[in-house]
């Protein structure tokens, strides 16, 4: 069976340093990969998406980026973290055959001080 | 443009009451996925039911049922007789080629 790993779980960080968080898929192969930011009580906010190794989509400019150094892992990163950046990551996967639905991780739970 | 519409901010009852969660989307696609996806306090999005547009039969998985009706382009979602722990965040979900369309989320808070 699949499982998505996403770490760290939570994360508090002082403004202007550099954030990185990993997203790891087991049991499928070629997985879209995606990131979401949700901030409180708010709905899901697409990030980036990864439809292959080296391939990101942005969905909003912003002051983040993303990258897939491997098939099954998804990492997003910031030069520089702004308070507009707390809230709570999610990571999820799909299979490639369209419209399966997406399966998401724990998530991970920045607060930026 | 895709675009789904959950009308219901939050929705307070009283444990073992009927609750219907409202969900209904616009597309101009002929073929789409409809979702729901339950996120209780913990975070962690949960998958519950996906749907296609040629399948309208409703759906019961235990307390779950759902409503899928094009005429009105809905996708209802119902748990009987609810319990503490349905309380949590329900998303409603449409397709968009390898993306989905979410819904703004409906809170959920059951009483004991």
């Known amino acids: 069976s699949q499982t998505i790993h996403q770490w760290p779980a939570t994360l508090v960080q002082p403004v202007g340093s550099p954030l990185s968080l990993e997203c790891t898929v087991e049991g499928t192969s070629n997985p879209n990969l995606y990131w979401y930011r949700q901030a409180a009580g708010r709905g899901l906010q697409l990030l980036f998406y990864?439809?292959?190794?080296?391939?990101i989509s942005s969905e909003v400019p912003q002051n983040l980026s993303a990258s897939r150094p491997q098939d099954r892992q998804f990492i997003l990163s910031s030069k520089k973290l702004l308070l507009s950046d707390s809230g709570f990551y999610l990571c999820a996967w799909s299979p490639l055959v369209e419209a399966w639905g997406q399966f998401f991780g724990p998530g991970t739970r920045l607060t930026v001080l | 443009a895709q675009k789904v519409t959950q009308a219901q901010t939050e929705i307070s009852v009283v444990e073992k009451e009927d609750v219907t969660l409202d969900c209904v989307y616009e597309?101009?696609?002929?073929?789409?996925?409809l979702f729901w996806y339950k996120q209780p306090p913990s975070g962690e999005l949960v998958f519950l039911i996906r749907?296609?547009?040629?399948?309208?039969q409703n759906e019961i998985s235990g307390r779950y049922s759902w409503n899928f009706q094009k005429s009105t382009s809905s996708f209802n979602f119902t748990i009987t007789a609810s319990q503490v722990v349905d309380s949590a965040v329900y998303f409603c979900a449409l397709s968009r080629s390898e993306k989905l369309v979410f819904g703004k989320g409906t809170k959920l808070t059951v009483n004991p």
């Open positions: 990864s439809v292959g190794i080296g391939q």
């Open positions: 597309t101009r696609d002929t073929t789409y996925y």
């Open positions: 749907r296609n547009s040629f399948d309208e």
